[in-house]
T-cell receptor, first 113, second 115 residues
């Protein structure tokens, strides 16, 4: 069975603070993909990143960085120097051999100016 | 290029009415997905098409839900005899390739409210 847990339901930070969103997953498959999506108030899910299970290299893209650790089944997402435009709900998701994505329940991030 | 589009963006239906939700995927994308997102929850898989073939409908909650993609492009999700528990955001996603390793791109969703 597949499961994605995002234990943080809501987080509030002051602008320019760093924030880390946690994601823990469960799967019995050895080959799988992990994703992060952003859902702003407009409702559209915006793709942020995809990682496969064989690539544990951390990745940085501008103010965003991701830490993938198979040993702890975690795929955490850090925003550096947060901005008001980062306010949204962030979803972590898992895909294995099936064609559908398994999503966590999301973390609502509010960045206070 | 254009992303995934969905219409209508908002739909209010009285209980018992039938509704039809439309999805226009990214041009040339082979795979198309429907998800249901209840308030405060993550999206949940409903069904998957590869071109015009519906390969997986295991997530459809009841036989009142029906999806089609007759020409392998536009898809319609139909809900018959709507119930209050059908109230949710219905998201469509498309994927360029058939292989599961590719990324799914989502539309803005249709918010369905059943009174």
């Amino acid at each position: 069975a597949q499961k994605v847990t995002q234990a943080q339901t809501e987080i509030s930070v002051v602008e320019k603070e760093d924030v880390t969103l946690d994601c823990v997953y469960e799967t019995r498959d050895t080959t799988y993909y992990l994703f992060w999506y952003k859902q702003p108030p407009s409702g559209e899910l915006v793709f942020l990143i995809r990682r496969n299970s064989f690539d544990e290299q951390n990745e940085i893209s501008g103010r965003y960085s991701w830490n993938f650790q198979k040993s702890t089944s975690s795929f955490n997402f850090t925003i550096t120097a947060s901005q008001v435009v980062d306010s949204a709900v962030y979803f972590c998701a898992l895909m294995n051999g099936a064609n559908n994505l398994f999503f966590g329940t999301g973390t609502r991030l509010t960045v206070i100016p | 290029g254009a992303g995934v589009s969905q219409s209508p963006r908002y739909k209010v239906a009285k209980r018992g009415q039938d509704v039809a939700l439309r999805c226009d995927p990214i041009s040339g994308h082979v795979s198309l997905f429907w998800y249901q997102q209840a308030l405060g929850q993550g999206p949940e898989f409903l069904t998957y098409f590869q071109n015009e073939a519906q390969l997986d409908k295991s997530g459809l909650p009841s036989d009142r839900f029906f999806a089609e993609r007759p020409e392998g492009s536009v898809s319609t999700l139909k809900i018959q005899r709507t119930q209050q528990e059908d109230s949710a955001v219905y998201l469509c996603a498309s994927r360029r390739l058939a292989g599961y390793t590719d990324t799914q791109y989502f539309g803005p969703g249709t918010r369905l409210t059943v009174l």
